[in-house]
């Protein structure tokens, strides 16, 4: 099983990790501490990456 490191703290993540994106080539990985501002910031600007779901490209297919 692959551990994923928080790109802030180095710690390992326990469960489900931030991502956050700055494109594709750009991504960091934080852990529920670091990502908390991250991801409320992310969520307010719509910059969330969603591995599961993408709704903006089934809205732009139907
Ligand atoms: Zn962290």
């Known amino acids: ?3 994923t490191h928080c790109d802030k703290c180095k710690k390992p993540i326990e ?3 931030i ?3 700055y494109g594709f080539l750009c991504r960091v990985e934080l852990c529920r501490e670091c990502g ?3 991801d409320r910031f ?3 600007n719509n910059l969330l990456v969603n591995k ?3 709704p903006k490209e089934k ?3 139907s």
């Open 19 to 21: 991502t956050a994106g």
């Open 52 to 54: 599961s779901a993408n």
């Open 15 to 17: 469960g489900n990790a």
């Open 42 to 44: 992310l969520k307010k």
């Open 36 to 38: 908390k501002p991250v």
């Open 1 to 3: 099983m692959q551990i």
């Open 59 to 61: 809205r732009e297919r």
